[in-house]
């Protein structure tokens, strides 16, 4: 096989770069240059270094909330497993621990979300089986085809058509990066980020830090090593 004419796409990020794309991205969000839907997007395929299919798969409802021991809040993700054969569409399901911080802005997103569906179509019974990323364009479809948010679940295949499709969370990586021009200091040009390229990312950054075949498997949702 040929090598790839640009293998630096998939190349794990360099300590600093990662360092600099987690503070960029903190400090774009917080002076509100980017979306609150836009900084989880990329902040989850930081943290979790799961597949644009996985993410473009949650709902609501995989947002586990919990009190914690110290008074603050514990956050768990159900996240949908993905290439697994034989198993349906959310038939199997990974948990990883959020940060509280990160767990907050998820909840932030999902109430948000919800806001917006109840406005567009009130509510129902089954808001909980929103996307966490969704397509608008399809929920305003669907709402001028059924009468009620739980028709509208039902009719959607459980809110399936309802969620962005994967290429549109790697074009929202995309155009986050360009918002926040973080540079490389191999290069020195703007950095070049994939989902892909942040799953590697974390897989290596576990290898480094000494940890074993199946642990960073289990951390990146492999069934085998």
Do not use: M
């Not at 806001?115 to 399809?138: A, I, M, N, T």
């Amino acid at each position: 096989l040929e090598p790839p004419t640009n293998p630096g796409r998939f190349r794990p990020l360099t300590p600093f770069e990662y360092e600099g794309l987690k503070l960029a991205l903190v400090e774009s969000f917080e002076r509100d240059e980017i979306d609150l839907e836009d900084y989880l997007c990329l902040e989850l395929f930081i943290a979790t270094g799961r597949r644009p299919k996985q993410l473009a798969d949650l709902k609501s409802c995989d947002l586990i909330e919990e009190g914690a021991s110290d008074g603050l809040k514990a956050y768990v993700l159900n996240i949908p497993r993905a290439k697994q054969p034989g198993k349906r569409w959310r038939e199997e399901f990974k948990p990883f621990a959020l940060t509280p911080e990160l767990g907050a802005a998820v909840r932030a997103l999902i109430r948000r979300n919800y806001y917006r569906l109840k406005r567009c179509c009130g509510q129902g019974e089954h808001s909980d089986q929103l996307p966490l990323f969704v397509d608008w364009r399809q929920v305003e479809r669907a709402a001028s085809l059924y009468e009620t948010i739980d028709e509208i679940f039902v009719g959607t295949l459980g809110g399936k058509t309802l969620q962005v499709k994967t290429l549109a969370l790697n074009s929202r990586v995309d155009k986050v990066l360009k918002k926040l021009t973080v540079h490389s200091e191999r290069t020195g040009k703007s950095l070049r980020v994939t989902p892909r390229r942040l799953r590697r990312t974390l897989g290596t950054r576990a290898a480094v830090e000494g940890y074993g075949d199946l642990v960073i498997a289990e951390l990146l949702d492999h069934s085998d090593t």
